[in-house]
C-alpha cells in the first residue's frame, strides 16, 4: 500500500515542490527516507513494491525517483525502465544491499542515472541527482553543526524503530510485525549503537 504523506501543505505549496517517487520495501528506511527528503522540500509519494508505484504513476509524474533493486515481486530495474520510458528527464536514483557490477551495468542501460550501495542518506542521493554537490553538502555540514537539518537516513531509520518499540510496549515480536521485518532482524539492529546524525 502506498503511504500517506507525513505532512499535507496546501495544494498551491505542494505545486511547487520538486516531486520523488519513493519505492522500498523496507518500512522503516522508507518512511526515514522519506522524511528526509519531505524536510528538504520535496513533495514526496512512497510506496512498498514496483505494482503500487505504478499505480501512483497514473496521476503521479515525479521530477525524481529512489528505487530499491531487490523487492517483494518485480524488480525495481523493471521500474527504473518504466519510469524512464515514461519521462526520460526523471532522474533515478537505484538502491542496493546486494551491489554487482552487471545489476550497475543494467540499470544505467535502463534509465538509472546513478547506483548507490546502502546504507545511503539523502545528501549522497541528492548529489547523484544532480540537485547538489559534494562540496556543497560539506558546507551545508560545516555550517549546521548540530545537525539540525541533516539527520541522516540511519539516524531516522533508528528514531522510527525506538518509536515503533515504544508503541507495542518494548515487545520485540510485536515491534517487527509492525514495522514488517523479521524478530531476529530487529534483535540485530536494536544490538548495533544508535546512529549517529
Not at 95 to 104: D, P
Not at 131 to 136: E, G, P, Q, W
Not at 176 to 185: D, K, N, Q, V, W
Amino acid at each position: 500500500m502506498p503511504d500517506s504523506p507525513a505532512s499535507a501543505p496546501a495544494a498551491a505549496r505542494e505545486d511547487d515542490r520538486p516531486t520523488l517517487l519513493l519505492v522500498d520495501d523496507d518500512e522503516s528506511c522508507r518512511w526515514a527516507m522519506g522524511r528526509a527528503f519531505e524536510r528538504r522540500g520535496y513533495q514526496v509519494r512512497t510506496a512498498d513494491c514496483v505494482p503500487v508505484a505504478i499505480e501512483l504513476l497514473r496521476d503521479f509524474s515525479p521530477e525524481y525517483a529512489v528505487v530499491d533493486l531487490r523487492m517483494p515481486g518485480p524488480s525495481g530495474l523493471s521500474l527504473v525502465q518504466k519510469l524512464h520510458e515514461a519521462d526520460p528527464e526523471t532522474r533515478i536514483v537505484m538502491l542496493t544491499g546486494f551491489a554487482s557490477i552487471a545489476t550497475a551495468v543494467e540499470a544505467v542501460k535502463k534509465g538509472a542515472n546513478d547506483y548507490l550501495i546502502k546504507p545511503v542518506d539523502a545528501d549522497a542521493i541528492e548529489v547523484s541527482f544532480g540537485v547538489a554537490d559534494a562540496k556543497a553538502m560539506k558546507q551545508r555540514a560545516a555550517d549546521n553543526p548540530d545537525g539540525e537539518h541533516l539527520i541522516s537516513v540511519d539516524r531516522l531509520a533508528w528514531e522510527h524503530i525506538q518509536r515503533t518499540l515504544a508503541q507495542h510496549g518494548g515487545n520485540i515480536s510485536a515491534a517487527a510485525r509492525a514495522l514488517g521485518m523479521h524478530r531476529r532482524t530487529l534483535q540485530r539492529k536494536l544490538a548495533k549503537r544508535p546512529m549517529r546524525r
